[in-house]
């Protein structure tokens, strides 16, 4: 049974539809996506390992999972991996990027809502290693990178993402926080001047700021237990963590109590 209110923006889903075909390309419209991925990766990796996780055969969800940026890198290192998309095409372009890639992942076009009505779980069928069943409040990880300030209904998407996570999980969340100088860099030098990604991809009062996503985190009783800035330095045009620049893009990581 489908929920009766949605986080889906189609505004949004067809601006991602449109570009869809470019998500590998990358010196494409995603350019911006491929060249923070190798950071998002370490970071993610380095606090799994830290609390003691193994991604081999964890339960791992990628939210808003776009064309598979993050979902390909975590199923090489061993993750059972669930990527969903409200964009049918973004799906598609997932899937047969996946299949040539030789990789298993469950690619579904649905919200996190969605997947929560389903009521199935990260279990995996008898007698069967590469398949499994997805249910509410099953999966080890859950990945919501860079969609949160995409969606229409940000406390039902936190709190669809807090019941697919189970107890002991730990969620990544990373986007832009709402400050003069992400408008300044995200809005007016990214789309405008430096012309990184296509006008419009952002709107400036959907950003979050980190008190924001925590409050309503903590409402269904997930404690954030980090959170660092993402750094552009543009003279090298490299990027860089710093926990005490939270200016612009920043990422967290919480959990789910036990």
Not at 43 to 65: A, M, P, T, Y
Not at 129 to 154: F, K, M, N, P
């Amino acid at each position: 049974m489908e929920p009766k209110t949605s986080t889906i923006d189609p505004r949004e889903v067809e601006q991602f539809s449109k570009i869809a075909d470019e998500w590998w390309d990358p010196r494409g419209k995603f350019k911006p996506l491929h060249d923070i991925n190798p950071l998002r990766i370490e970071w993610i990796k380095e606090r799994l390992q830290v609390s003691g996780f193994r991604l081999q055969n964890c339960n791992l969800l990628d939210i808003g999972c776009g064309g598979g940026l993050m979902c390909e890198p975590f199923a090489r290192l061993g993750a059972r991996v669930t990527g969903i998309d409200a964009s049918a095409k973004n799906i598609a372009v997932a899937k047969l990027h996946g299949e040539k890639s030789g990789l298993e992942i469950d690619y579904r076009c649905m919200t996190a809502e969605s997947l929560v009505a389903s009521h199935q779980s990260p279990a995996k069928k008898s007698g069967d290693s590469g398949d499994w069943r997805l249910e509410t409040g099953g999966y080890d990880i859950v990945l919501a990178l860079e969609i949160i300030e995409h969606v229409a209904d940000v406390p039902l998407f936190v709190e669809s993402c807090c019941k697919l996570l189970r107890p002991g999980g730990l969620m990544f969340i990373s986007t832009i926080n709402r400050t003069p100088m992400s408008y300044v860099k995200a809005i007016i030098g990214a789309e405008y001047v430096l012309r990184l990604l296509p006008r419009g991809t952002h709107d400036w009062k959907k950003f979050l700021r980190p008190s924001e996503i925590e409050r309503e985190l903590a409402k269904h009783g997930v404690q954030l237990l980090e959170l660092s800035g993402m750094v552009l330095n543009p003279l090298k045009w490299q990027w860089y963590w710093n926990p005490k620049d939270l200016s612009v893009n920043y990422i967290m990581m919480a959990k789910k109590p036990q």
